[in-house]
């Protein structure tokens, strides 16, 4: 059993000059949005609003909609983009399946993480160990893989991202 999800489904046009804030124009700016995906309905000519960290669709209007692309009309210069229905086949994976991943994505990165800090300390107790030039490009490696995985881990929670808007 498949539902509807509101997506951006093209791709993200930015129009600005620089040191002016654009708004009001007497005339719409045109734009036309090639859909990224055909399953989708209802399109929405939307711009990113620096404050309140959503898609608006103030100002903005579908000028024309045609399968596959919309033509856009906005009295303004932002960030735009075509909001639309998206069908998705499958309710995606259930809460319990999410948890398995994320046990299993936190052993795997704590037995990554222990392997990179047991080479890191080798390499850094052993000064023969690291006279040559492969030497120091595994432990400048090992150290941006540490670095990486530890960025990733801090950012695996369900809660790093507050506001999900900018993610549709």
Same mark, same amino acid.
């Given at each position: 059993? @498949?539902?509807?999800?509101?997506?951006?489904?093209?791709?993200?046009?930015?129009?600005?000059?620089? @040191?002016?804030?654009?708004? +009001?124009?007497?005339?719409?700016? *045109?734009?036309?949005?090639?859909?990224?995906?055909?399953? #989708?309905? *209802?399109?929405?000519?939307?711009?990113?609003?620096? *404050?309140?960290?959503?898609?608006?669709?103030?100002?903005? #209007?579908?000028?024309?909609? #045609?399968? @596959?692309?919309?033509?856009?009309?906005? =009295?303004?210069?932002?960030?735009?983009?075509?909001?639309? =229905?998206? &069908?998705?086949?499958?309710? +995606?994976?259930?809460?319990? =399946?999410?948890?398995?991943?994320?046990?299993?994505?936190?052993?795997?990165? @704590?037995?990554?993480?222990?392997?990179?800090?047991?080479?890191?300390?080798? &390499?850094?107790?052993?000064?023969?160990?690291?006279? =040559?030039?492969?030497?120091?490009?595994?432990?400048?490696?090992? #150290?941006?893989?540490?670095?990486?995985?530890?960025?990733?881990?801090?950012?695996?929670?369900?809660?790093?991202?507050?506001?999900?808007?900018?993610?549709?």
């Amino acid at each position: 059993m @498949g539902s509807f999800v509101t997506k951006v489904n093209s791709l993200v046009l930015a129009a600005s000059v620089p @040191g002016f804030n654009v708004t +009001g124009l007497s005339e719409n700016v *045109t734009m036309t949005f090639e859909h990224e995906t055909d399953n #989708a309905t *209802t399109p929405r000519c939307v711009f990113w609003s620096e *404050t309140s960290n959503t898609w608006s669709s103030e100002g903005c #209007a579908v000028v024309r909609s #045609a399968p @596959g692309v919309t033509q856009c009309g906005c =009295d303004h210069l932002t960030n735009f983009a075509l909001l639309m =229905d998206v &069908y998705q086949e499958g309710s +995606g994976l259930s809460s319990r =399946d999410r948890e398995i991943l994320s046990y299993i994505s936190y052993i795997g990165c @704590g037995v990554s993480l222990a392997a990179l800090v047991l080479t890191l300390a080798t &390499y850094t107790l052993f000064r023969k160990l690291r006279r =040559d030039n492969p030497s120091k490009i595994l432990v400048h490696l090992c #150290a941006a893989l540490l670095l990486s995985n530890l960025v990733y881990l801090a950012g695996m929670h369900d809660y790093s991202f507050s506001n999900s808007a900018a993610c549709k």
